[in-house]
């Protein structure tokens, strides 16, 4: 099992978190103005990378907030986790 | 209640002891019976190993018992055998390799039913058709309900079956336990069996003779397997691809075929396509080599784990994905244990059990938990993926409907339900806790 470093509470094991997909995918901005391809792209497509990726966690039983994380997809290293007003930290 | 065939006593059953025997036994084309401990011997030699021609009418990614059963029907029903599947590891070693084996039908919608249906028939003549033992054993599937609502939903997927033509019917606790004894149906468990669908027809097949079978019949064919051969580019002449880029130089084709399964948004970013998929991690283990107890498959959603016994005797168990996206083909350990209890507290027979090994694939799951499969914005690239958790029990029908969907260009009716852009104009076939195990 893996520690998770809430950006919150600190290291805490992988079972108290959630995973929520893909981060940094902003809700439309003009949602009446896009188009079924456009909507379809919002709802059910997500990048799927083999690799770094940043993507979102809920400390679900901890103190409940989401954060953001750059974990690595094929090693499953957590490279960094980030509060969701930080920008995606430049990782190696 | 079926007869089981692995439980049979009857010495006649028995496979032959020697390999002459077996082989004796393969080549007139008698299939094996009861596999028990004897598992039937390989013939010497399976495929050649051929280095890549400079061009294909037909090349397949990935060498996974879809791209295998693809060219198979391709040869079979379409008589195009200039044809290669290209592999970058070993042939049949991806997921083919990692399931445990399930083979059903008993889906709620009608596109569903209808694909895995069709795929279930083929199964039940694939042994002949290949000539090849696969040990397809047909000893039913039970799918439990823990709570009022999972019967009602049961309840609804048997009807919804039967209109489909497929076998199915409800079954109530005291005859799960006729069915398959071991079943904890007491009722003070957590959550206990409020009763069960049953599919006679559904079954386990030899997962790796599977893919060996198909390999051998289609190299007879002359089709290339050619393992050790990853696809890391695609030639583009404006909306065609022409030819991929391989670790072992540049092919050039006519048609290409996507049967990739977790990979496949790896391929399709070259192609600078998009696709609905998450990659993700899915665990699966077995026990040590147990007396036969366990007569049938046994799935419950609520607890979430699924059972079967191996020909050998292992007991194979699986159950949900890992949450997160994942290449790494292994999971996390946890979700193992969380199969674990489930596991014992249905089975409390396992409680002694040792486990003797674990291992991960990754499948390639969609938003509505149906595969995609047919035509691309490209003219020539044809896609076959998202079967998620539950694509080894299609191999030999999507290969059948991905072969005629390649050759005519146009989606086979089987497949048109399930294409990309379903996903655009809404017509999703949201089998998510419709299927009769969830994703
Ligand atoms: C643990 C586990 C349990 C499962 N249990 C069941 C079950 O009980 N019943 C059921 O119906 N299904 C089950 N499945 C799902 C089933 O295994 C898959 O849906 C099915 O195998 C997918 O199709 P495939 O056989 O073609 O994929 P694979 O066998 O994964 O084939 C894809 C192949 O493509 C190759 N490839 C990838 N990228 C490239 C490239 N760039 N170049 C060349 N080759 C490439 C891979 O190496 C791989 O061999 C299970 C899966 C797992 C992991
Ligand atoms: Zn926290």
Redesign the pocket.
Known sequence: MQMIQCPWCGPREEVEFHYGGQAHVPYPSEPAALSDEEWAQYLFFRDNTRGLFAERWSHSAGCRKWFNAVRDTVTYRFHATYRPDEPRPVTA | MTTVDAFSTDPDDAVPHTPAAAAAGRLNGTPPRTPGADLPEHPDALWKNPEPKKAYDVVI?????????TAHYLVKNHGITNIAV???????????????????SNYLWDESAAIYEHSLKLWEGLEEDLGYPILFSQRGVLNLAHTLQDVRDSVRRVEANVLNGVDAEWVEPDEVRKICPIVNTSTDIRYPVLGATYQPRAG?AK?DYV?WGFARRIDEAGVDIIQN????GFVRDGNRITGVR?TRGDIACGKVAL??????S??TDMLGLRVPIQSH????LVSELLEPVHPTIVMSNAVHV?VSQAHKGELVM?AGVDAYNGYGQRGAFHIIERQMAAAVELFPVFARAHLLRT??????TTPDASPIVGRTPYDNVFL?CG?????????PG?GWVFADTIANDEPHPYAAPFSLDRFVTGRLVDEHGAAAVAH
């Open positions: 990614v990935g060498g996974g018992g879809h791209g295998l059963a290209l592999e970058k590891g070993w042939l049949a070693g991806g997921n083919m390799a990692r399931n445990t084996t399930l083979i059903r386990i997962h893919g051969c990853e696809v890391t391989t049967a990739a399964a977790g990979s496949t790896v391929l991690p899915l665990q699966a699924y699986g291992w991960g694939g990754i499948v390639d076959n079967w998620g958790t539950g694509g080894f029990k299609a191999t999507l």
